[in-house]
């Protein structure tokens, strides 16, 4: 199960970071301006966020296998057509479309685990979903530069929807959401808990809301993408403006997001078991919080330093930390979600994505203004910062609707 969905992982960020890798060639064809390339990461965001919460019920409620291959399909779908664009509004209109189709694949992941895995696994497990995608994240310009050469920017769109398309064909016709259906054995299904496979009903947003541990993941999920989208969205943009790095140099953004499969896949284990140690509600926060401080001294020191070597360096450590904080919030999600851990991951990414899409807006707009490319950068690492603020809200030791009866947490 785990190695399938890291196959989804690895194609979800391969079509996602597409995007980024081409951007300085669409910026030139399409004769767009800065903060132009913000309205195209903002489209994207703003319909991933607007649809986050409304297709992680619809895994809580109907199931993944149903929702994950929709989901899989629409964004590949709008994948190919991002190549099909011929000017601004056309991009924007796709770009909008993307997100919203892509929208609900890591709160549908986490169901799976939730169900799949038993409580003291559950971080590694999403660790090395994480890894998965920044392993995606880090093929992406070795994938797309040879393509984008060789026959322009637009085919690359093209040959990557097709994988997610066969993807979505084996997840239907191979899962199933019960345990027992695709031949569990009863003393696995019994390691993992009785957990039910659809929740009879919402969750209880009165209860939820009424949690401090709601507000304080969505803080935490709003600075933490905001400080992402700078090597999702605007690296490799970032690195050939403000550093003069050329095609070739652009490789070594690999080098990032190979530390973020790092920090993904070590993060999950580190997080569990620092939570054998401290408990479950100081475990996660603890992890969480120094990764988030570190990302944003790194950051703070790229945004001073112009040498090439040392600047992939900085950001790697960040991509490492940043790793870890990834498969530390999910886990969390899970943690505290109880027959509700699609909604409540899509509550937190939803929140995570408006960072992302203020992050991705304000860049551009902010060096149209001041003509720098470091005041953007030194107000990520700010922003991060004070966003470690938010876990000291979030207890992950108890599930956030009071009222419904959680699966055994382990």
């Given at each position: 199960?785990?190695?399938?969905?890291?196959v989804?992982?690895?194609?979800?960020?391969?079509?996602?970071?597409?995007?980024a890798i081409?951007?300085?060639?669409?910026?030139?064809?399409?004769?767009?301006?800065?903060?132009?390339?913000?309205?195209?990461?903002?489209?994207?965001?703003?319909a991933y966020?607007l649809?986050e919460?409304?297709?992680?019920?619809?895994g809580?409620?109907?199931?993944t296998?149903?929702?994950?291959?929709?989901?899989?399909?629409a964004?590949?779908?709008?994948?190919a057509?991002?190549?099909?664009?011929?000017?601004?509004?056309s991009?924007?209109?796709?770009?909008?479309?993307f997100?919203?189709?892509e929208a609900?694949?890591?709160?549908?992941?986490?169901?799976?685990?939730s169900?799949?895995?038993?409580?003291?696994?559950r971080?590694?497990?999403?660790?090395?979903?994480?890894?998965?995608t920044?392993?995606?994240?880090?093929?992406?310009?070795?994938?797309?530069?040879?393509?984008?050469?060789?026959?322009?920017w637009?085919?690359?769109?093209?040959?990557?929807?097709a994988?997610g398309?066969?993807?979505?064909?084996?997840?239907?016709?191979?899962?199933?959401?019960?345990?027992?259906?695709?031949g569990?054995p009863?003393d696995?299904?019994?390691e993992?808990?009785?957990?039910p496979?659809?929740?009879?009903?919402?969750?209880?947003?009165?209860?939820?809301?009424?949690?401090?541990?709601?507000w304080g993941?969505?803080g935490?999920?709003?600075?933490?993408i905001?400080?992402?989208?700078?090597t999702i969205f605007?690296?490799p943009t970032?690195?050939?403006?403000?550093?003069g790095f050329d095609d070739?140099?652009?490789?070594?953004?690999?080098?990032?997001w190979?530390?973020?499969?790092?920090?993904?896949?070590?993060?999950?284990?580190?997080?569990?078991?620092?939570?054998?140690?401290?408990?479950?509600?100081?475990?996660?926060?603890a992890?969480?919080?120094?990764?988030?401080?570190l990302?944003?001294?790194?950051l703070?020191?790229?945004?001073?330093?112009?040498?090439?070597?040392?600047?992939?360096?900085?950001?790697?450590?960040?991509g490492l930390a940043?790793?870890?904080i990834?498969?530390?919030?999910?886990?969390?999600?899970?943690?505290?979600?109880?027959?509700?851990?699609?909604?409540?991951a899509?509550?937190?990414?939803?929140a995570?994505?408006?960072g992302g899409a203020?992050?991705?807006l304000?860049f551009?707009?902010?060096?149209?203004?001041?003509?720098?490319?470091?005041?953007?950068?030194?107000v990520?690492a700010?922003?991060?910062?004070?966003?470690?603020?938010?876990?000291?809200?979030?207890?992950?030791?108890?599930?956030i609707?009071?009222?419904?009866?959680?699966?055994?947490?382990?």
């Amino acid at each position: 199960m785990l190695g399938v969905l890291c196959v989804l992982g690895v194609i979800l960020y391969i079509d996602r970071v597409c995007i980024a890798i081409a951007l300085p060639s669409i910026q030139k064809e399409l004769a767009l301006e800065p903060q132009q390339l913000g309205w195209i990461s903002l489209a994207f965001s703003l319909a991933y966020a607007l649809f986050e919460i409304p297709t992680g019920h619809l895994g809580d409620r109907y199931g993944t296998r149903k929702t994950l291959m929709r989901i899989t399909i629409a964004w590949s779908v709008f994948t190919a057509l991002t190549g099909a664009t011929f000017g601004l509004v056309s991009l924007l209109v796709v770009r909008f479309l993307f997100g919203a189709g892509e929208a609900g694949a890591w709160p549908n992941v986490s169901t799976v685990v939730s169900k799949w895995f038993p409580a003291r696994a559950r971080g590694r497990a999403m660790g090395v979903f994480g890894a998965a995608t920044a392993i995606g994240g880090g093929l992406s310009p070795f994938l797309v530069i040879p393509i984008q050469s060789a026959y322009g920017w637009r085919a690359s769109f093209f040959i990557f929807a097709a994988l997610g398309v066969a993807w979505a064909i084996v997840w239907y016709l191979w899962f199933r959401d019960d345990l027992a259906d695709m031949g569990t054995p009863p003393d696995e299904i019994a390691e993992v808990g009785h957990v039910p496979i659809r929740a009879a009903h919402g969750l209880a947003w009165g209860t939820a809301l009424r949690q401090p541990r709601l507000w304080g993941l969505m803080g935490a999920g709003f600075s933490n993408i905001y400080a992402a989208f700078f090597t999702i969205f605007w690296l490799p943009t970032y690195l050939s403006k403000a550093r003069g790095f050329d095609d070739g140099d652009l490789k070594w953004t690999a080098a990032v997001w190979i530390a973020a499969v790092v920090g993904n896949a070590s993060g999950g284990w580190i997080s569990d078991r620092v939570v054998q140690a401290l408990g479950r509600g100081l475990g996660r926060r603890a992890v969480a919080m120094s990764c988030a401080v570190l990302v944003g001294a790194m950051l703070a020191l790229v945004a001073i330093t112009s040498d090439k070597v040392t600047v992939i360096a900085l950001l790697s450590v960040a991509g490492l930390a940043w790793g870890v904080i990834q498969a530390n919030v999910f886990a969390t999600c899970i943690d505290i979600g109880g027959l509700h851990v699609g909604t409540v991951a899509g509550t937190m990414n939803m929140a995570g994505q408006l960072g992302g899409a203020v992050s991705a807006l304000s860049f551009g707009y902010i060096v149209k203004l001041t003509g720098s490319y470091e005041v953007p950068v030194f107000v990520m690492a700010a922003v991060i910062t004070v966003g470690t603020a938010s876990w000291l809200w979030i207890d992950a030791s108890k599930p956030i609707d009071a009222e419904i009866e959680a699966p055994d947490r382990g």
